[in-house]
Protein backbone atom coordinates (compact mmCIF):
# COMPACT_ATOMS: atom_id res chain seq x y z
CA UNK A 1 0.00 0.00 0.00
CA UNK A 2 2.66 2.65 0.88
CA UNK A 3 4.01 2.31 -2.97
CA UNK A 4 1.16 4.22 -3.45
CA UNK A 5 1.72 6.96 -1.59
CA UNK A 6 2.73 10.36 -2.82
CA UNK A 7 5.74 12.49 -1.34
CA UNK A 8 3.38 14.76 0.48
CA UNK A 9 1.38 11.68 1.48
CA UNK A 10 4.40 10.40 3.08
CA UNK A 11 5.53 13.31 4.67
CA UNK A 12 2.31 13.72 6.59
CA UNK A 13 2.95 9.82 8.17
CA UNK A 14 5.88 10.64 9.03
CA UNK A 15 5.13 14.11 10.26
CA UNK A 16 2.31 12.75 12.52
CA UNK A 17 4.90 10.75 14.43
CA UNK A 18 6.70 14.52 14.93
CA UNK A 19 3.45 15.75 16.62
CA UNK A 20 3.26 12.96 18.71
CA UNK A 21 6.83 13.42 19.91
CA UNK A 22 6.27 17.04 20.04
CA UNK A 23 2.81 16.84 22.22
CA UNK A 24 4.78 14.41 24.57
CA UNK A 25 2.06 11.62 23.78
CA UNK A 26 2.77 7.83 23.76
CA UNK A 27 0.86 6.71 20.49
CA UNK A 28 -0.03 8.30 17.54
CA UNK A 29 -3.46 9.21 16.79
CA UNK A 30 -5.48 10.77 13.95
CA UNK A 31 -5.18 14.06 15.68
CA UNK A 32 -1.55 13.98 14.85
CA UNK A 33 -2.56 13.14 11.39
CA UNK A 34 -5.10 16.08 10.95
CA UNK A 35 -1.97 18.19 12.14
CA UNK A 36 0.38 17.17 10.16
CA UNK A 37 -2.13 17.63 6.84
CA UNK A 38 -2.46 20.50 8.14
CA UNK A 39 1.16 21.26 8.03
CA UNK A 40 0.71 20.59 4.02
CA UNK A 41 -1.66 23.73 3.03
CA UNK A 42 -0.17 23.37 -0.35
CA UNK A 43 -1.25 19.86 -0.84
CA UNK A 44 -5.47 18.95 -1.89
CA UNK A 45 -6.61 18.36 1.39
CA UNK A 46 -4.35 20.36 3.49
CA UNK A 47 -5.24 23.16 1.18
CA UNK A 48 -8.95 22.60 2.47
CA UNK A 49 -7.86 22.72 6.16
CA UNK A 50 -6.02 26.02 5.39
CA UNK A 51 -9.12 27.47 3.77
CA UNK A 52 -10.82 26.60 6.99
CA UNK A 53 -8.46 28.42 9.36
CA UNK A 54 -6.85 25.10 10.42
CA UNK A 55 -3.29 25.25 10.74
CA UNK A 56 -0.98 22.78 12.50
CA UNK A 57 -0.26 25.29 15.10
CA UNK A 58 -3.77 25.90 15.13
CA UNK A 59 -4.75 22.26 15.22
CA UNK A 60 -1.88 21.97 17.97
CA UNK A 61 -3.28 24.02 20.44
CA UNK A 62 -6.71 22.27 20.16
CA UNK A 63 -5.16 18.72 20.93
CA UNK A 64 -3.64 20.20 23.85
CA UNK A 65 -6.81 22.19 24.82
CA UNK A 66 -8.38 18.74 24.60
CA UNK A 67 -5.87 16.58 26.73
CA UNK A 68 -6.26 19.06 29.28
CA UNK A 69 -10.16 19.07 29.58
CA UNK A 70 -9.24 15.13 29.67
CA UNK A 71 -7.36 15.61 32.68
CA UNK A 72 -10.13 17.93 34.24
CA UNK A 73 -12.50 14.84 33.72
CA UNK A 74 -9.81 12.75 35.55
CA UNK A 75 -9.81 15.06 38.49
CA UNK A 76 -13.60 15.26 38.81
CA UNK A 77 -13.63 11.00 38.93
CA UNK A 78 -10.86 11.50 41.53
CA UNK A 79 -12.79 13.65 43.61
CA UNK A 80 -15.51 10.92 43.52
CA UNK A 81 -12.85 8.25 44.52
CA UNK A 82 -12.17 6.99 41.01
CA UNK A 83 -8.03 7.25 40.44
CA UNK A 84 -7.89 6.51 36.54
CA UNK A 85 -3.97 6.68 37.18
CA UNK A 86 -4.04 3.88 40.08
CA UNK A 87 -6.57 1.62 37.14
CA UNK A 88 -4.11 2.17 34.38
CA UNK A 89 -1.33 1.07 36.36
CA UNK A 90 -3.37 -2.05 37.73
CA UNK A 91 -4.34 -3.10 34.27
CA UNK A 92 -0.88 -2.73 33.18
CA UNK A 93 1.02 -4.82 35.46
CA UNK A 94 -1.72 -7.36 35.00
CA UNK A 95 -2.01 -6.98 31.25
CA UNK A 96 0.93 -4.85 29.79
CA UNK A 97 1.75 -1.38 28.91
CA UNK A 98 -0.25 0.44 26.79
CA UNK A 99 -3.23 -2.64 27.93
CA UNK A 100 -6.21 0.23 28.32
CA UNK A 101 -5.28 1.51 24.75
CA UNK A 102 -5.77 -1.66 23.01
CA UNK A 103 -8.62 -2.84 21.47
CA UNK A 104 -9.68 -6.70 22.54
CA UNK A 105 -8.62 -7.94 18.67
CA UNK A 106 -5.44 -5.72 18.23
CA UNK A 107 -3.13 -8.97 19.42
CA UNK A 108 -3.38 -12.38 17.69
CA UNK A 109 -3.11 -15.51 19.68
CA UNK A 110 0.50 -16.48 19.06
CA UNK A 111 2.20 -14.19 21.34
CA UNK A 112 0.14 -10.93 21.45
CA UNK A 113 1.83 -9.74 18.39
CA UNK A 114 0.14 -6.27 16.72
CA UNK A 115 -1.87 -7.44 13.73
CA UNK A 116 -0.94 -4.45 11.74
CA UNK A 117 2.45 -4.15 12.38
CA UNK A 118 4.26 -5.99 15.06
CA UNK A 119 6.27 -9.19 14.45
CA UNK A 120 4.32 -11.93 13.54
CA UNK A 121 1.02 -9.64 13.16
CA UNK A 122 -1.30 -10.54 10.50
CA UNK A 123 -0.62 -7.74 8.41
CA UNK A 124 2.84 -7.15 8.92
CA UNK A 125 4.07 -8.53 5.67
CA UNK A 126 2.60 -5.33 4.36
CA UNK A 127 2.49 -2.04 7.24
CA UNK A 128 5.20 0.47 6.28
CA UNK A 129 5.30 2.37 8.70
CA UNK A 130 7.73 0.18 11.36
CA UNK A 131 10.40 2.01 12.95
CA UNK A 132 13.74 2.09 11.62
CA UNK A 133 16.77 0.92 13.72
CA UNK A 134 18.45 4.90 14.52
CA UNK A 135 19.36 6.98 16.99
CA UNK A 136 16.49 9.17 16.22
CA UNK A 137 13.83 9.69 18.79
CA UNK A 138 11.67 6.20 19.17
CA UNK A 139 8.91 4.43 17.64
CA UNK A 140 5.68 5.89 18.62
CA UNK A 141 2.85 3.25 17.80
CA UNK A 142 -0.09 4.03 15.78
CA UNK A 143 -3.07 3.50 17.65
CA UNK A 144 -5.74 1.40 15.89
CA UNK A 145 -8.16 4.40 15.05
CA UNK A 146 -5.13 5.97 13.03
CA UNK A 147 -4.10 2.55 10.95
CA UNK A 148 -7.71 2.49 10.36
CA UNK A 149 -7.63 5.84 8.85
CA UNK A 150 -4.76 5.17 6.78
CA UNK A 151 -6.23 2.00 5.38
CA UNK A 152 -9.22 3.89 4.99
CA UNK A 153 -7.38 6.23 3.14
CA UNK A 154 -6.51 3.85 0.40
CA UNK A 155 -10.38 3.10 0.13
CA UNK A 156 -11.43 6.62 -0.14
CA UNK A 157 -8.54 6.64 -3.26
CA UNK A 158 -10.56 3.90 -5.05
CA UNK A 159 -13.67 5.10 -4.68
CA UNK A 160 -12.58 8.03 -6.61
CA UNK A 161 -11.47 5.91 -8.94
CA UNK A 162 -7.25 7.01 -8.08
CA UNK A 163 -4.41 4.47 -8.00
CA UNK A 164 -2.63 6.64 -5.64
CA UNK A 165 -2.79 8.19 -2.15
CA UNK A 166 -2.84 11.82 -1.46
CA UNK A 167 -3.11 14.04 1.94
CA UNK A 168 -6.79 14.49 1.13
CA UNK A 169 -7.26 10.49 1.26
CA UNK A 170 -5.50 10.70 4.40
CA UNK A 171 -7.76 13.38 5.35
CA UNK A 172 -10.86 11.49 4.53
CA UNK A 173 -9.75 8.29 6.33
CA UNK A 174 -9.23 10.19 9.15
CA UNK A 175 -12.83 12.10 9.37
CA UNK A 176 -14.28 8.50 8.13
CA UNK A 177 -12.90 7.14 11.33
CA UNK A 178 -14.31 9.44 13.59
CA UNK A 179 -11.89 9.22 16.67
CA UNK A 180 -13.82 11.18 19.69
CA UNK A 181 -10.64 12.98 20.51
CA UNK A 182 -10.09 14.30 16.48
CA UNK A 183 -13.81 15.30 16.65
CA UNK A 184 -13.57 17.13 19.37
CA UNK A 185 -10.66 18.63 18.23
CA UNK A 186 -12.29 20.11 15.37
CA UNK A 187 -15.05 21.38 16.70
CA UNK A 188 -12.79 23.57 18.62
CA UNK A 189 -10.93 24.65 15.26
CA UNK A 190 -14.87 25.68 14.27
CA UNK A 191 -16.09 22.68 11.84
CA UNK A 192 -16.98 18.69 12.34
CA UNK A 193 -16.15 15.73 9.93
CA UNK A 194 -19.44 16.45 8.23
CA UNK A 195 -18.94 19.70 7.24
CA UNK A 196 -14.92 19.17 6.88
CA UNK A 197 -15.60 16.22 4.34
CA UNK A 198 -17.86 18.37 2.57
CA UNK A 199 -15.78 20.90 2.06
CA UNK A 200 -12.53 19.10 0.74
CA UNK A 201 -15.22 16.98 -1.79
CA UNK A 202 -16.34 20.21 -2.98
CA UNK A 203 -12.66 21.19 -3.62
CA UNK A 204 -11.22 18.22 -5.61
CA UNK A 205 -14.91 18.81 -7.69
CA UNK A 206 -13.64 19.69 -10.98
CA UNK A 207 -13.91 23.10 -12.39
CA UNK A 208 -17.37 22.69 -14.56
Partial sequence: MFERFTKE???????AQKEAHALHHPRIGTEHLLAAAADRPESPGGATLARLGITAETCREAIRSAAR????????LRS?????????TRAERAFGPGAL?????ETDGAGG?????????????????RAAKTSRPRHLPFTKEAKRALEGSLREALAREERWIGVQHIVLGVLAVGQPSTVKVLRALGTDPEALRAGLLADLRPAA
Avoid at 113 to 127: E, I, K, L, V, Y
Fill in 101 to 105: DRAPD
Fill in 69 to 76: LDEDDAQA
Fill in 113 to 129: ADRMGGPGGAASRWWPF
Fill in 80 to 88: LGIDLSAVR
Fill in 9 to 15: ARSVVIG
